[in-house]
């Protein structure tokens, strides 16, 4: 896997790295040297939660449903019922909210699983937490760089940026050493280098919801503080995996 990560920033940062006089190549080949398992784990929610188990990180527990329609359909609903409504249905594959869904009754839930099952992605039930804030946390070099704190959005009901959530950097010195480490745990299991962690604040404790691929375009579009951060980041990361 090489640098898509630096490519997705290049479009937001290009004229900001002109202006700093940062020569960033079209076509830049070096490796961005993340271990390969996070891409896997990264397109894989289930092999997420199932390494994060086994290495007993508090993490949100995902479970497979099966390609067998009418199976998926039964576990989700005794899912469903097990926790009075409280879960999520999702793929394995999507980010950024896509491929997430919240029944509010078992009557949506068949429908749910044919249109995963048509991208097609494996089905996954996970308990659903209710939390004002969820944080990501950006990794370079297995080292906590930044954590930024995402909102709620109430009308999607859903933490993603790309649904309209709001961001902001966590200046909370306690709250930071807490997510710091966690995310230094997970960063142990998976040698991530450039990466992001995702971590839902819950009544439960902060758990693990999953690795990204870092992109900063909607983060650094909220305000003039996100933006400088962002730069902040993404000069660190070039400096660390292309100036080198």
């Not at 020569?23 to 289930?46: C, G, R």
């Not at 609903?77 to 009075?84: D, H, P």
């Not at 491929?99 to 992605?121: A, C, D, Q």
């Not at 080292?143 to 995402?150: G, Y």
């Amino acid at each position: 896997m090489k640098n898509n990560t630096i490519k997705n920033m290049m479009d937001f940062y290009k004229k900001w790295s002109k202006e700093e006089g940062i020569d960033i190549p079209e076509d830049i080949s070096v490796d961005l040297d993340l271990n390969p398992t996070i891409f896997k784990v990264n397109s894989n929610k289930l092999l997420t939660a199932d390494l994060l188990k086994t290495f007993k990180i508090p993490h949100v527990e995902c479970y497979s449903l099966t390609e067998n329609r009418n199976f998926a359909v039964e576990e989700a609903i005794r899912f469903f019922r097990e926790r009075e409504g409280e879960i999520a249905i999702r793929g394995t594959k999507g980010m950024c909210g896509h491929n997430t869904y919240f029944p509010s009754n078992e009557e949506e839930i068949p429908k749910m699983i044919e249109t995963l099952l048509n991208i097609p992605t494996l089905p996954l039930c996970s308990p659903r937490y209710r939390c004002e804030y969820e944080y990501g946390v950006f990794m370079v070099g297995n080292k906590v760089e930044m954590v930024i704190r995402k909102e709620l959005n109430p009308i999607t009901n859903m933490h993603n940026l790309s649904t309209g959530a709001k961001a902001s950097v966590i200046d909370d010195p306690i709250k930071l050493e807490e997510i710091q480490e966690v995310a230094e745990k997970v960063s142990n299991v998976f040698q991530t280098g450039f990466a992001r962690i995702d971590i839902m604040d819950t009544k439960d404790g902060l758990k693990v919801l999953e690795l990204s691929i870092p992109n900063f375009k909607k983060f650094a579009l909220q305000n003039e503080v996100c933006e400088a951060a962002g730069k902040e980041l993404f000069l660190k990361a070039y400096q660390h995996y292309i100036k080198q």
